[in-house]
T-cell receptor, first 113, second 115 residues
Framework: DQQVKQNSPSLSVQEGRISILNCDYTNSMFDYFLWYKKYPAEGPTFLISISSIKDKNEDGRFTVFLNKSAKHLSLHIVPSQPGDSAVYFCAASVGRSNYQLIWGAGTKLIIKP | GAVVSQHPSWVICKSGTSVKIECRSLDFQATTMFWYRQFPKKSLMLMATSNEGSKATYEQGVEKDKFLINHASLTLSTLTVTSAHPEDSSFYIC???????????FGDGTRLSIL
């Protein structure tokens, strides 16, 4: 049973426009969520996180929105840049110590020049 | 800050040999380190979690005698794939975490190819 789902395997966005990556979860016990970015043959890089006490967290071009009632979160990147082309993973945990992360399958983001 | 170094980045070896992968936190002390495996076009699969000075906790289906984990210090964990076979070929990634609310920080992974 996949507790964290990223239903779009890939997404193509024009440079300069907004990229919106989506993630759904099923476990209502999750209360801490993270987004990681991964280039081929490299480990994931932490981008941004949000705890369930918030519904929005912003860091530069990256904003994460959390809708607890819908068990849905999204990552917005604006404006999108060519260097943003990568695979983006959503991860969730129970407890803010994010001791054990449950990962989505990832969404490959392609930024078109 | 929060740099994790993983070595080697790529290894090719014959079937039956053992391979050791090192994971080091370079600028912080990692109370916990994690070992993941990634299959092509799949998500990260957690293999085991290790705390410094104690035995690793393995996920269901992961053979602890096959994948030996040692976490001897707060900056170093090793994964040894014993008697490796072609089906062990994969991308192995480690992560390290400080205590509290700090996120996991990942190494760049090791591409293991068993011939």
């Amino acid at each position: 049973d996949q507790q964290v789902k990223q239903n779009s395997p890939s997404l193509s966005v024009q440079e300069g426009r907004i990229s919106i990556l989506n993630c759904d979860y099923t476990n209502s016990m999750f209360d801490y969520f993270l987004w990681y970015k991964k280039y081929p043959a490299e480990g994931p890089t932490f981008l941004i996180s949000i705890s369930s006490i918030k519904d929005k967290n912003e860091d530069g071009r990256f904003t994460v929105f959390l809708n607890k009632s819908a068990k849905h979160l999204s990552l917005h990147i604006v404006p999108s840049q060519p260097g943003d082309s990568a695979v983006y993973f959503c991860a969730a945990s129970v407890g803010r110590s994010n001791y054990q992360l449950i990962w989505g399958a990832g969404t490959k983001l392609i930024i078109k020049p | 800050g929060a740099v994790v170094s993983q070595h080697p980045s790529w290894v090719i070896c014959k079937s039956g040999t053992s391979v050791k992968i090192e994971c080091r936190s370079l600028d912080f002390q990692a109370t916990t380190m994690f070992w993941y495996r990634q299959f092509p076009k799949k998500s990260l699969m957690l293999m085991a979690t290790s705390n410094e000075g104690s035995k690793a906790t393995y996920e269901q289906g992961v053979e602890k005698d096959k994948f030996l984990i040692n976490h001897a210090s707060l900056t170093l964990s090793t994964l040894t794939v014993t008697s490796a076979h072609p089906e062990d070929s994969s991308f192995y990634i480690c992560s390290a975490k400080q205590g509290g609310n700090q996120p996991q920080h990942f190494g760049d992974g090791t591409r293991l190819s068993i011939l």
